[in-house]
Every structure is written in C-alpha cells, then in structure tokens.
C-alpha cells in the first residue's frame, strides 16, 4: 500500500510563502490523480488544489493565483506552492491520491482513498 508523507507546514507571517511536499512510497504521481486539501478547527475538510495524471491542475477559488501544485514524477511527490498567504490559510494540510480513479476537476475528499498524516500551517499577522 502506497504512503504519503507531507512536509513542509510552518509558522510565517501574512504575505509569505511555504511550500508543502508530499513523498510517495511508490510509483504514483505519474500514475494517480492527486490533490491537497486543508481542514480548520472546526471547519469541514476543503479541496485546495488537484492535479491529474496528465498534469492538468485545478484550484480552489480562495487561492487561485497564489497557490501553485506541481509534481516531479520522477522523485514520486508532489507540490503546492503557497504565496501571498493570509489567515484564512492557517489549517493543516493533507495530500490525497485516487488510485484507480480518473478525477476531474476539484472534487470531494470522499473521492480520494489515500492520505497523508497531513502537515500544519500557521499564518501570522
């Protein structure tokens, strides 16, 4: 069974950047669709970025131009950039990956079937 191991999550000011890894312990960036998502005290799990097996990306509304997902296939892991980070940032953030699964756009958690223990980020003002 495939694991992903996040990194990456920090404590930083307002209008800074972080940015967050997920290793794979096996071939799977080439292979899955995979995306990020992030849950606040509180607050339902939310889809931040995806990106499939072709390398097509999708975002949520409230970080599109600021957040960047990306993966080097060839070290199994994946990326999101995060820029310009405000508060409403602060939540940890898990990696998700969709063995099998053809994805298609930014869609539920529940249609991801294997996760990270995820990584915390903190934004400061």
């Known amino acids: 069974q495939v694991q992903l191991v996040e990194s990456g999550g920090g404590s930083v000011q307002a209008g800074g950047s972080l940015r967050l890894s997920c290793a794979a312990s096996?071939?799977?960036?080439?292979?899955?669709?995979m995306g990020w998502f992030r849950q606040a005290p509180g607050k339902k799990r939310e889809g931040v970025a995806s990106i499939d097996r072709d390398g097509v990306t999708y975002y949520a509304e409230s970080v599109k131009g600021r957040f960047t997902i990306s993966k080097d296939n060839a070290k199994n892991t994946l990326f999101l950039q995060m820029n310009n980070l405000i508060a409403e940032d602060t939540a940890m953030y898990y990696c998700?990956?969709?063995?099998?699964?053809?994805?298609?756009?930014?869609?539920?958690?529940?249609?991801?079937?294997?996760w990270g223990q995820g990584t915390q980020v903190t934004v400061t003002s």
């Open positions: 096996a071939v799977a960036t080439n292979n899955w669709d």
């Open positions: 998700a990956a969709a063995p099998g699964k053809r994805l298609y756009g930014l869609v539920p958690s529940e249609a991801y079937t294997t």
